[in-house]
C-alpha cells in the first residue's frame, strides 16, 4: 500500500495498491485555512494506522485499511496565518506530535488521549524523528533536542544558531539535518551532521543555491543533498568531504534508490535514474591548478623553517629575532592551513593519484605542523587514505607519533625529539617497544632510528635486552 496526502481547497489522503495503483480509499480533509486546506504533511503509516496533519496543525488517526477516522487532536493553533505543519512520530504504542505554538505530545496510539506535554516556547521547525527511547526535533530558535519518549524530558540541547527544518535522519552514528535561517523546508542554507549526544555540530555544507530537499539521502558512508540549481551532491559522513557531484536540469525534489542505482525527481517532473559512478568528471586544468597550488604551499612551508637554525646559532635560542621569524611562520601556517581545509572540503584527500605525490606530501606538511586539534581531526581520514595508496605510510608515522606525544603518550616510530632545557640538545621522546622500534620503522618505509638520530648530532644507545626468566 502506498499513502499519500494532498493539498488545496480541498485536500484528500489516498490509499493504491502498490502494484496496480489502484484507489482503495481515499479521506477528505476539509479544514483550511487563508483559502488553504489538506495534508501538510508526509502519511505516516504504523500498524493500524495511518497520521498525517492537515493544514491548521490538526493531527489525524485514521484506519489504515478502510480511510475511516478514528480520531483527531488539535494543537491549540488559532492564527489566521498559514503555517506549514511539523509531521508526526509513532514509537510503540504512542505517536509524538510537534505543534506550531511550540508543544510538544505524546499522545496515545489508539485513543488520541494526551499522556504528557512540554511546551518549549518556540515553533517545532523540523518533522519529529523517534530513535530507540528517544525524539530527536529542533526548533525556530535555533535549538535541537533529544527528548525522552516516556517522560518528554530534555535529555540533550544543542544550540545550532541557524534553524533546523526538514526532517532529520540518524545513521546510528550521526544525526543529519538541515539549516534555514528563513524557516521554512525549502531552499535550506545547509546540511549539518550532528554528534549523536547533541555536543557539538561535526561539519555543515553550503549551497549557494539553496538545498531544495526535505530530507538527506544516505547511502552506505555517504549522504547525498539535492539543490535548486540542479545538482546532487555526495558527501562522506564521518567528515563532510564532498565525493561526487551529479548535475541535472530543474530543481531536486526528490531522492530514492535501490541497490546501485539512483532514482532523482525533479519540479520540471523529470525523474532521473543514476548508476553509481555516473560522476561528473573535473576539467584536467582545474586539477593542474590544484596541483601547483599545493607544491606552491609546500615552499611557503618550508619558507621561514629552513632559515631557523641560522638565525638561533646567530642570536640564540632565546632571541626575538627567533620569536619574530616562528611568529612570522605561525601566521603562514594558518593561512595554508585554511587553505588546505576548503581543499579537503571539496576534493578529499588530495592523494598522489589527484594531485601527485608533491603536492599531496605538501598538504601532508600543512596538517603536520597544525596545531593538535586539527591533527587529531584529520588523522582519520589521512589513516584511510594511506590504506589506498594515498599517502605513504612513514610520512603518516609521523604524523601520529607527533600526535601521540602532545597526548604525553609514548610515541611508536621514534620520529619525534624533545628539547633539554638545560643543555639545549634533543633527546629522544619516550618510545613505546623499543626493543621492536625498528622492525616498526622499516614496516612503514623509515630508516633505522641510529641512522635517523645521526641527522640531529644523536648517538643512539638501544635498550638492554631483559634477560631470560628460567
Known amino acids: 500500500m502506498i499513502l499519500i496526502g494532498t493539498d488545496g481547497g480541498t485536500g484528500h489522503v489516498y490509499a493504491f495498491e502498490k502494484e496496480t495503483g489502484k484507489v482503495i480509499w481515499k479521506h477528505a480533509v476539509t479544514r483550511t485555512l487563508a483559502g488553504n486546506g489538506g495534508a501538510t504533511t508526509d502519511v505516516l503509516g504504523s500498524d493500524a494506522n495511518a497520521y498525517v496533519v492537515a493544514i491548521g496543525d490538526e493531527l489525524l488517526c485514521l484506519d489504515i485499511r478502510t480511510g475511516r477516522l478514528n480520531w483527531t487532536f488539535q494543537s491549540g493553533f488559532t492564527g489566521n496565518q498559514f503555517m506549514w505543519s511539523r509531521g508526526p512520530a509513532v514509537s510503540g504504542d ?31 521547525s523540523t518533522h519529529l524523528m523517534a530513535s530507540g527511547e528517544h525524539l530527536y526535533m529542533g526548533t525556530a530558535d535555533g535549538h535541537f533536542y533529544k527528548v ?58 553550503k549551497s549557494a543555491s539553496g538545498w531544495s530537499l526535505t530530507r538527506p539521502y544516505v547511502w552506505r558512508d555517504r549522504v547525498l543533498a539535492g539543490n535548486e540549481s540542479g545538482e546532487v551532491i555526495a558527501f562522506r559522513i564521518t567528515d563532510g568531504t564532498r ?16 541497490d546501485d542505482t539512483f532514482y532523482i525527481g525533479t519540479l520540471n517532473g523529470t525523474i532521473y535514474a543514476l548508476a553509481v559512478g555516473q560522476v561528473k568528471k573535473r576539467d584536467p586544468g582545474e586539477i593542474r591548478n590544484l596541483r601547483t597550488e599545493l607544491e606552491n604551499m609546500m615552499e611557503e612551508d618550508q619558507r621561514f623553517r629552513t632559515r631557523v637554525e641560522d638565525v638561533e646559532k646567530k642570536y640564540g635560542p632565546n632571541s626575538k629575532e627567533l620569536e619574530a621569524l616562528w611568529k612570522e611562520q605561525t601566521d603562514l601556517d594558518k593561512r595554508l592551513l585554511r587553505r588546505v581545509e576548503e581543499i579537503i572540503k571539496e576534493y ?46 612513514r610520512h603518516l608515522a609521523l604524523l601520529e607519533d607527533r600526535i601521540l606525544m602532545r597526548e604525553g603518550k609514548k610515541q611508536i616510530y621514534g620520529s619525534q625529539l ?13 618510545i613505546e617497544d623499543e626493543e621492536n622500534l625498528d622492525k616498526r620503522r622499516a614496516s612503514v618505509g623509515l630508516e633505522p632510528i641510529a641512522e635517523y638520530l645521526k641527522n640531529f648530532g644523536i648517538t643512539y644507545i638501544a635498550p638492554r635486552k631483559a634477560p631470560n626468566k628460567k
Not at 105 to 119: F, H, M, N, P, Q
Not at 183 to 195: K, R, S, T, V
Not at 243 to 258: D, H, N
Open 148 to 205: 525522552n519518549q516516556k517522560t518528554g524530558d530534555v535529555v540533550s540541547d544543542l544550540l545550532v544558531g541557524v534553524t533546523p527544518v526538514g526532517v532529520p535522519f540518524s545513521t546510528g552514528d550521526a544525526l543529519l539535518v538541515y539549516l534555514n535561517s528563513r524557516g521554512g523546508d525549502g531552499g535550506a542554507e545547509a546540511l549539518a551532521c550532528l554528534d549523536p549526544t547533541l555536543k557539538t555540530v561535526r561539519w555543515s555544507q
Open 348 to 393: 578529499g584527500w588530495p592523494g598522489k593519484s589527484l594531485v601527485g605525490p608533491n603536492a599531496s606530501l605538501a598538504a601532508f606538511l600543512v596538517i603536520q605542523h597544525a596545531d593538535y586539534e586539527y591533527q587529531k581531526k584529520y588523522f582519520p581520514l589521512m589513516n584511510e587514505a594511506m590504506k589506498k595508496g594515498e599517502i605513504e605510510p
Open 243 to 258: 565525493q561526487e557531484t551529479y548535475s541535472l536540469k530543474g530543481t531536486i525534489r526528490s531522492i530514492g534508490g535501490v
Open 418 to 430: 624533545k628539547r633539554d632545557e638545560a643543555t639545549g640538545k634533543y633527546e629522544l621522546w619516550p
Open 94 to 124: 504512542r505517536v509524538f506530535f510537534g505543534g506550531i505554538t511550540g508543544v510538544l505530545y505524546a499522545l496515545d496510539a489508539k485513543s488520541g488521549r494526551e499522556i504528557w506535554k512540554r511546551d518549549f516556547g518556540s515553533r517545532i
